[in-house]
């Protein structure tokens, strides 16, 4: 067969060249209907490896909601790292691929009871929080457990802000870091999450300034601490290039070094940037439409079966397989909900009708945000 796609050297700047064309390879050789999703080991692999290199007594746990199947799951199992996890629904599946409870950690700061109980019965020990209520519900339902504050930070530069749900300030924190302990719980240290796809290096400084401020005032307060939990958020390329892992991590260990004490465990949670760069949905134009002055695209994946965080402002690279001519599209999905549109304006080759669009670094927070609205079924997850 002929190859139609239309890669450039900017699609070899979002994606690696070996993951391309293992898609590419892959759609020629296989009659499985689209829409699914390919997932790259080798790439996850290499990410899982790369991250925590520079940061010393660092451990690092996938955070399982970027991407929770079960042979992504496995295959991230078998790099040897941990998960962080926040709901029985990610417990369960864990337990099922054999992950033992002391490789989970769970961050967030409010758990439902039903997981909070069967977290603690699987043996969980590690719980974020960040108010009283939920100090109380701890020592309920993990009576003595590890237990961490979250800590809000500046999220400013990261394209998914996630500090206005969570977290409270420093003197709040020491606060409820006292209270744990009067409580029976094991106050252990602090988290904080600089903002998903997070651009901005100078983030993790200014957080790393309030964790160290709030480590000092805790020293003081008589609870020893000795674990410092930095989140995720390290970026990957989807349209634009960004600051690489190493570069964050150098700037990261230096900053821990410098401040913390030299035994201090620093537990990383990566999402985004684990799978994130090695998925490729393969999705198939459904229709094309000529509405007022606007030109539109509709392709079998959409807002509400796979690309929810466009509607959040990420924005895509696409290869399409078409003519060389290129024209100004609005990008649809499958279902009739007007909400799913998935981006205007949007230069790309005219594909024809039936022809394939690739959707590059799709593989975190798509699946796993995906419904079956409107009848539309969930794309199907291969790893190759
Ligand atoms: C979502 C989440 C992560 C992962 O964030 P990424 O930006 O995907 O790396 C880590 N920790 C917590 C507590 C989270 O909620």
């Given amino acids: 067969m002929k190859d139609r796609f239309r890669i450039t050297k900017l699609h070899t700047k979002i994606t690696a060249n070996s993951t391309i064309r293992k898609a590419v390879e892959f759609i020629r050789n296989s009659d499985i209907e689209p829409p699914y999703l390919l997932i790259d080991k080798a790439r996850v692999r290499q990410k899982a490896h790369a991250i925590g290199r520079h940061i010393e007594n660092s451990e690092v746990y996938y955070a399982v909601k970027a ?6 799951l496995k295959l991230i199992n078998s790099i040897g790292i941990g998960f962080e996890i926040a709901s029985e629904g990610e417990l369960a599946i864990l337990e099922s691929i054999g992950v033992s409870s002391n490789r989970m950690i769970t961050s ?3 758990k439902s009871f039903r997981f909070l109980r069967t977290a603690v019965e699987a043996g969980v020990d590690y719980f974020a929080f960040d108010s009283e209520a939920e100090i109380l519900k701890l020592r309920e339902y993990a009576p003595g457990s590890n237990v961490y504050v979250r800590i809000t930070v500046p999220n400013e530069g990261s394209e998914w802000p996630l500090s206005k749900k969570f977290g409270v300030e420093v003197e709040k924190a020491e606060e409820l870091l006292v209270h744990a302990q009067k409580r029976g719980l094991n106050p252990i240290g602090m988290t904080f999450h600089v903002g998903s796809q997070c651009t901005n290096i100078y983030n993790w400084n200014s957080a790393l300034d309030k964790a160290k401020d709030l480590w000092d005032r805790a020293q003081k307060a008589g609870i020893r601490l000795s674990v410092l939990n930095i989140g995720g958020g390290y970026p990957i390329r989807y349209t634009k290039d960004v600051v690489g892992i ?3 991590e150098k700037n990261i260990g230096k900053l821990i070094s410098d401040k913390f004490p030299k035994k201090t465990r620093v537990l990383i949670e990566p999402g985004r940037s684990v799978v994130g760069d090695a998925g490729i949905f393969v999705t198939r134009v459904i229709g094309k439409a000529s509405r007022g ?31 060389r001519e290129i024209i100004k599209w609005t990008l649809a999905g499958p279902s009739c909900d007007s909400f799913d549109v998935i981006e205007k304006d949007i230069m790309l080759p005219e594909p024809a009708v039936g022809g394939h669009v690739l959707i590059l670094s799709s593989g975190a927070y798509t699946i796993s945000y995906a419904s079956e609205f409107n009848g539309f079924s969930i794309p199907k997850t291969i790893l190759i």
Wanted: aromatic share 10%; net charge negative.
């Fill in 246 to 248: 190493s570069a964050i």
């Fill in 67 to 72: 991407n929770p199947d079960m042979e992504v």
């Fill in 108 to 110: 967030n700061p409010i």
């Fill in 293 to 323: 002055d606007e030109q539109w695209l509709s392709i079998d994946v959409g807002v509400f079966n796979g690309l929810m965080e466009s509607v959040g402002g990420i924005k895509y690279s696409y290869i399409v397989e078409g003519s």
